[in-house]
């Protein structure tokens, strides 16, 4: 039997207002129904450890889900850091809404617990990444952004390293075009792909949707003269912050999100540039394709409320295969 048209407008209108409340505890928004990504409680940049510091150690703290976590693994890898900063990685929890540090971390069961400890302000979020040590054995900074540049300086335990670990992920040269494409993909690219998934209504949307694919338009007009990264003939933190979005956008971003207008094998450069990043070394090892998709699609209930994790292309193939049919794309 037909469920009545009274019914329906009925339930519908009672599931969008849940909907509403749920969205409002996953990402604030404005009034317009952009998503606003909250302030960190740690977000002043620590200054560079001295040789005593070195020896107290320090610990950085990621998950495997998270991008903005992914990118300071990215540097901490890349710069072969591992001597000098040891790596903890935390799981989420979903029934919680919490990470939880497993073993215990200086005590703690969750990283609420290590920011309860360390002073944050209350209601503040416990986010990864996180940067712990020190002379105080404190959290010293969980702004990703600058994590990467502080990670980018930080000194060598060991002096037998390659040219790209020795650092200068941001060279003088490149200055203005570090500060103009980072700022961009922040907005654009990185949250982008949030303020499409967490967009309160069909306006904010295509907004940011559109930025969002203008903004992959460009790169791939960058990238097709033929120079290898973002920048031109060096690997920059340019190229390191646009990674941890682009490697999950087939698996994540595409069909959870809605960032759905062109798959990126309609962007050959950027294919190519993606595949040429993960090939780096170390890179392999800081992605997890299974763990992305179960913490996304499992995590984020307001954007999935079954709990279904859907089938998914071959990651190892997407590393592997050229991009098919690239001049299909319809430019918008």
């Known amino acids: 039997m037909a469920i ?140 990703s952004a600058r994590l990467m540049e502080l990670l980018d300086h930080w000194p060598q335990s060991s002096t037998d390293t390659d040219a790209l670990a020795k650092g200068d992920l941001q060279p003088a040269a490149c200055t203005a075009g570090l500060e103009q494409w980072r700022d961009r993909l922040q907005h654009q690219v990185n949250d982008g792909v949030y303020r499409c998934g967490f967009a309160r209504n069909q306006a904010a949307y295509d907004r940011a949707e559109t930025a969002l694919f203008a903004c992959l338009d460009d790169l791939e007009a960058c990238l097709a003269d033929g120079r290898p990264w973002i920048l031109g003939e060096r690997l920059t933190l340019v190229d390191v912050q646009l990674f941890p979005t682009l490697i999950r956008w087939e698996l994540v971003y595409e069909p959870l999100f809605g960032c759905s207008r062109h798959p990126l094998w309609q962007y050959p450069h950027l294919w190519s540039w993606r595949q040429r990043f993960y090939g780096q070394p170390g890179v392999s090892a800081t992605c997890s394709p299974s763990a992305w998709r179960q913490d996304y699609f499992g995590a984020l209930f307001p954007l999935n409320p079954s709990g279904i994790v859907p089938a998914a292309p071959d990651f190892s193939r997407l590393m592997q295969a050229e991009a098919p049919f690239p001049s299909c794309r319809q430019q918008p």
């Open 4 to 143: 009545p048209a009274p019914v329906v407008r009925a339930v519908r209108c009672s599931w969008h207002w849940q909907w509403q409340q749920l969205m409002g505890g996953l990402g604030p928004a404005d009034a317009d129904g952009n998503y606003r990504r909250p302030e960190g409680a740690f977000t002043e940049p620590p200054p560079l450890p001295t040789a005593g510091d070195l020896v107290a150690g320090h610990r950085l703290i990621v998950g495997r889900s998270c991008p903005w976590a992914h990118r300071t693994w990215l540097v901490w890898s890349l710069r072969q850091l591992q001597e000098s900063i040891s790596l903890v990685v935390a799981h989420p929890d979903p029934d919680g809404g919490l990470w939880r540090l497993s073993p215990p971390f200086q005590g703690c069961d969750t990283l609420r617990e290590l920011y309860r400890r360390a002073g944050a302000p209350p209601g503040s979020r416990a986010t990864v990444p996180v940067l712990v040590g020190g002379t105080s054995n404190g959290i010293l900074s969980n702004e």
